[in-house]
């Protein structure tokens, strides 16, 4: 080759080695001040393993840090190198910095702001300490694909948490992970999430959450769906119906929440979920055939929910139903025909809560609300009047073939009425009045009584000619469901949308102007008689607490009448019939009628701020009589048309009469007006003990110390023994619970709500019943045969005692272990107990186990508690046992401090013949009438017995 030709060559050879020799550029002066400044905000920099003198960006360059060929920092890999110390504010100066792995170190201190670090593409900073972050944070983060803030529980905790700032979605529009775990998150889920079209993976979990998923989620490309578990007392909420449309769903953990309503129909259309959790919620209804049928199912979590139905027959190898109204007790059964008959009619009036709460099992005539049986089985009517349903009326009503009456007036009811009623043989009554239904009404039978009267858009000119609807107003249901009695079968229907000029009266059409002149006159006749007849109402009443030392034990009520008189009586001074029709009723249970305008006063009307708790059959008030006694009211729901809410509380007034003990909370009188049941109680002003178990630290109260533990645990175990063995009547409670638990001032605690109680058998037999009470504490022979003696009472009693040592409630998803019966707390315990190591680490911190007499003690009742919960119901204690442990625990006496103790002026260190010559000698004082003065500072002095010194004399012989 020729020099002119080695001189063309030159320039590219040069050009190809540059290329090819590796970038070895100095590192960028600003990025070295960045890493210089982390290295000084560290408490152990020495873990970094950076060398003092050498180039960031090499060669060699430092560990965990890679450099562009620019000399700019793109990349710092830090994850679980234990660093501790802070961040520092500089970073965001890291103008090329791609990745950034901080996960898994002791990083604590205020986040510093990420703004403007528009080339960040990944960011781990989970699992560290952090304890703020900036409003800006998110700010310019164009280029983000995923950012973790996972387990920094801190953030910004102090001041009520953060929110996810705007600044996120005008800048995320790549993002597709955002991991945001157990970091304080709080308030509503933003709708800008559903703008993020990249979006892929969004777990927000452990956080204070509220409020419903935005419907901006509509269509979401998320694959994996993480809002579990939300801390707050008001957690994520509504329906799941935007579940549905996010089609690209693999994994949905939505567990540990309040989401109520069905699960939808359309979750079929999710043909990716492999795992779905939606175990302790609200959600109700039937569970949809397609969520079954899901091809990629391998998990499916419905426990603890309010859903009914048969149990579907799922293809999941790891599937749990338990805690739910399932008909039927495994996969693949099937339910009586008019129980999903009348399903179908609740899923029509978009399942309604106090119909829900009943409508559960098999047997509607176990009672459910509003159904109405004979024989046993027999389904007589559908009593629903003024229950605010809305939706349409179910054609599968036709279904429940013995229905005579349909009760449905008063309610928000639309559509038609539909044709298959008119196929009911036997129906007698249809009362659909008051709704906002339309015609044309079907042709029923000329004896069927219809009432259409007051649905303004309903169109009487299509309607049979044979149909005769009632237009007279709904009759009200007696109170335990029965129909009411049947008015005649005369009807004016309106026409065109308006009511009729025409009333009904005894049978006939006549002018209204005359109907209402007679309506006034037979109201003012029944007034006058009724007023003649009836004694003056009382205008207040003041129910006052029992003695615990009254004999009787009985309440008193001073009534102040309109005249001025006042009176007192005694408990069994109103005694009378069941008699549960008319205004103000009476229950053969030895205690008092109260006016319900009194309980309203003292309640301020019922007002949400004065709700102590809600149980499944009414709402507890706290209440203000005038005379400044505190009570707790009772109101029943739904009692009109509810057998099993009466039941309830007439079985709770029943037992309350029979039984009597300082630790079973009183009852002070009860209230029948209308629909209206209340029931008063004495007052507990501290409340529910699982409050001070579970909720004290979110609702501001101090954790329970070990003693008071002790004495909360031997008040229980005295009331229950008192149940179980001491009383005239022997009972099972059923529902004993740390939630039936109620605490007085000294934390003295006492077993309430008892209209589960059932009779209990003799011996250690059990008797069979219906299942009732709360998982979690049911006894396993209980729960899974129907059977039920005093043995299920001990399991239950044997969790509370787990929830005082553990401060952890009886099911507990976040519990670890292996397999599904670890999330209850009475088969966990039992695996770590005889484990000196893991029964410490179990006991509640807030509990000073470093105190070896106080370890000892919390031993000694774990030993108890897993007696209590053995799996045989013989291999439990009676509660008399447990009493006898728990006594001489609690009632420990210890002397005072050695010092002499001046008793009326004596020394009681003298010898005894000194001690009785100085009284003596003080008692001659007094007859000077100085006496009186210490009488009226002190109190009267018991006189000294005749022979009192002497006796003293004679002992010795001197």
Request: charged residues 15%; aromatic residues 6%.
């Amino acid at each position: 080759m020729d020099s002119t030709a080695a001189a063309a060559l030159l320039p590219l050879l040069i050009i190809l080695i540059l290329f090819a020799a590796p970038a070895s550029a100095a590192t960028h002066p600003a990025d070295l001040a960045v890493l210089q400044d982390l290295r000084k905000s560290l408490t152990n920099p020495d873990a970094l393993g950076w060398p003092d003198n050498a180039d960031p960006c090499g060669p060699p360059a430092w560990p965990h840090v890679s450099c562009d060929h620019t000399g700019r920092v793109d990349n710092l890999d830090l994850k679980n190198a234990a660093l501790a110390g802070a961040l520092p504010t500089s970073i965001s100066s890291l103008a090329s910095l791609q990745s950034l792995s901080l996960q898994g170190n002791r990083l604590s201190g205020p986040l510093p702001s990420f703004r403007g670090m528009s080339t960040l593409r990944r960011a781990f900073l989970n699992d560290n300490d952090f304890d703020a972050i900036p409003a800006d944070f998110f700010d310019g983060l164009t280029d983000l694909l995923e950012i973790s803030l996972g387990n920094n529980p801190r953030l910004n905790a102090s001041t009520g948490g953060w929110a996810l700032p705007p600044g996120l979605a005008d800048s995320a529009q790549q993002l597709q992970t955002l991991a945001l775990d157990n970091c304080s998150l709080s308030g509503a889920l933003p709708p800008f999430l559903g703008t993020i079209n990249t979006l892929q993976n969004l777990t927000l979990s452990y956080n204070n959450l509220s409020g419903p998923i935005p419907a901006a989620l509509n269509g979401s490309a998320i694959q994996r769906l993480w809002l579990n578990n939300q801390l707050g007392e008001a957690k994520l909420s509504g329906t799941l119906d935007v579940i549905a449309t996010m089609t690209n769903l693999q994994e949905l953990w939505l567990h540990g929440n309040d989401f109520t309503g069905p699960i939808p129909n359309g979750i079929a259309a999710c043909k990716d979920l492999y795992t779905v959790r939606l175990n302790s919620n609200q959600l109700q209804g039937l569970v949809p055939p397609g969520l079954a049928t899901l091809p990629q199912l391998q998990e499916l979590k419905l426990d603890n929910n309010n859903l009914l139905g048969p149990v579907p027959l799922v293809k999941a190898p790891n599937f749990t139903f338990s805690g739910n109204g399932f008909c039927t007790p495994k996969p693949g059964g099937t339910c009586a025909p008019e129980v999903m008959a009348l399903l179908q009619f609740l899923a029509d009036v978009h399942y309604p809560e106090k119909l829900v709460n009943s409508w559960s099992g098999n047997n509607p005539c176990t009672p459910w609300i509003g159904v109405t049986c004979v024989q046993g089985n027999i389904i007589t009517a559908l009593n629903l009047p003024g229950f605010d349903l809305n939706g349409t009326i179910s054609q599968s009503l036709v279904n429940v073939t013995t229905l005579l009456d349909v009760m449905l007036g008063g309610n928000h009811l639309t559509g038609r009425v539909p044709d298959s009623l008119t196929r009911l043989a036997s129906l007698q009554k249809l009362d659909l009045s008051m709704n906002d239904l339309s015609g044309p009404l079907p042709t029923f039978r000329p004896s069927v009584k219809v009432n259409v009267s007051g649905n303004l858009n309903f169109n009487s000119t299509a309607a049979a000619p044979d149909a005769q609807p009632n237009d007279s107003p709904p009759t009200p249901a007696t109170p335990n469901g029965a129909p009411g009695s049947h008015g005649s079968n005369v009807a004016a229907i309106p026409g065109n949308g308006k009511k009729t000029s025409s009333a009904v009266l005894l049978g006939t059409t006549i002018p209204v102007a005359v109907s209402v002149v007679a309506l006034i006159s037979v109201g003012a006749v029944f007034f006058c008689k009724k007023r003649a007849s009836t004694p003056p109402q009382t205008a207040s009443v003041v129910v006052h607490p029992r003695d615990s030392s009254d004999p009787d034990n009985l309440a008193k009520i001073v009534v102040a009448t309109n005249d001025g008189s006042s009176g007192t009586s005694q408990g069994n001074a109103h005694s009378g019939s069941s008699s549960l029709t008319g205004d103000v009723h009476m229950i053969e249970a030895g205690r008092f009628v109260i006016a319900v305008q009194v309980l309203r006063g003292a309640t301020k009307n019922f007002a949400k701020d004065n709700v102590l708790g809600r149980g499944g059959f009414g709402v507890v008030y706290k209440g203000e009589l005038h005379d400044g006694t505190m009570i707790a009211v009772k109101r029943m729901e739904s009692v009109a048309v509810s057998n099993k809410a009466l039941d309830e509380f007439q079985a709770e007034i029943a037992v309350l009469t029979k039984v009597r003990h300082r630790n079973l909370v009183s009852i002070l009188g009860y209230a029948i007006e209308g629909n209206e049941r209340l029931l008063v109680y004495e007052y507990m002003p501290n409340g529910a003990l699982s409050r001070h178990l579970f909720q004290w630290k979110q609702i501001g109260l101090e954790p329970l110390s070990w003693k008071k533990r002790l004495n909360i645990a031997l008040d229980v175990a005295r009331g229950m023994e008192y149940l179980h063995n001491l009383g005239h009547h022997r009972f099972i409670h059923r529902d004993l619970k740390s939630a039936n638990i109620l605490l007085g001032d000294d934390f003295r605690a006492k077993v309430s709500d008892f209209g589960l109680m059932k009779d209990a058998p003799d011996g250690n037999f059990s008797v069979a019943t219906r299942l009732a009470g709360t998982f979690g504490y049911l006894a396993p022979e209980y729960a899974v045969t129907g059977k039920i003696s005093t043995k299920a009472d001990v399991f239950s009693f044997g969790v509370v005692l787990l929830e005082l040592i553990t401060g952890t409630t009886a099911i507990d998803d976040s519990r670890v272990g292996e397999g599904e019966e670890t999330r209850h707390l009475a088969y966990w315990f039992c695996q770590i107990r005889k484990d000196e190591e893991k029964l410490r680490a179990a006991i509640d911190p807030t509990l000073d186990v470093t105190d070896n007499e106080i370890f000892e003690s919390i031993s000694v009742i774990a030993e108890l508690a897993g007696h209590c919960t053995a799996r045989e119901p013989s291999q439990r204690p009676d509660m008399g046992h447990a009493v006898n442990v728990l006594v001489p625990m609690v009632e420990k006496w210890k002397p005072v401090k050695d010092e002499a103790e001046d008793y009326l002026g004596i020394d009681l260190h003298l010898p005894l013949l000194q001690m009785v010559k100085s009284w003596q000698d003080a008692e001659a004082s007094m007859t000077d009438g100085s006496i009186l003065s210490l009488e009226d500072s002190k109190g009267s002095i018991p006189a000294r017995p005749a022979g009192f010194a002497e006796s003293f004399t004679s002992a010795d012989g001197r």
